[in-house]
């Protein structure tokens, strides 16, 4: 790979995570306070596991003990994906495509390996659904 090729795509792989966070603020947009609320919350509360996994993961070297490597940003992938998927259903596909279409950037940049990339987003996915699950509102038209 050329390096110019490599600053591209290195570009494209640091602007993945921003730009979701993006499209996952604007998710709930034309949808009652009460969902876009629960929507927000069980959102944060799933990024907010990410960070504490790889605060517990730094200090206790979990992944490491298994010859792994934990990616943060394909866990912040992950659950952001989950998140808005669980929110939107119909956006599952497109966003799940993305997700897949990331970590094999990520595959091909060398930042980790595969089993880096799923071992961690599993953990984070697992979470996102569990917190959505948990914090859905009771209403089904507060949500698709």
């Not at 034309?30 to 996994?53: M, N």
Request: with cysteine; charged share 15%; hydrophobic share 55%.
């Amino acid at each position: 790979m050329s390096p110019a090729t490599y600053r591209i795509l290195d570009a494209v792989a640091d602007s993945f995570d921003p730009l979701l966070a993006i499209i996952a603020l604007i998710c709930p947009l034309r949808r009652k306070p009460r969902a876009i609320l629960f929507y927000y919350l069980s959102a944060a509360a799933a990024i907010g596991f990410v960070y504490f996994v790889r605060a517990i993961d730094g200090r206790e070297q979990i992944w490491r003990s298994f010859g792994l490597d934990f990616s943060t940003h394909s866990a912040f992938a992950a659950s952001l994906a989950v998140s808005m998927g669980a929110f939107r259903r119909n956006w599952i596909a497109p966003l799940a495509l993305i997700t897949v279409l990331y970590f094999s950037l990520e595959l091909i940049m060398r930042y980790h390996g595969l089993l880096d990339i799923l071992s961690s987003a599993m953990v984070a996915a697992l979470a996102a659904l569990v917190l959505h699950l948990a914090i859905k509102p009771s209403s089904a038209d507060d949500a698709d």
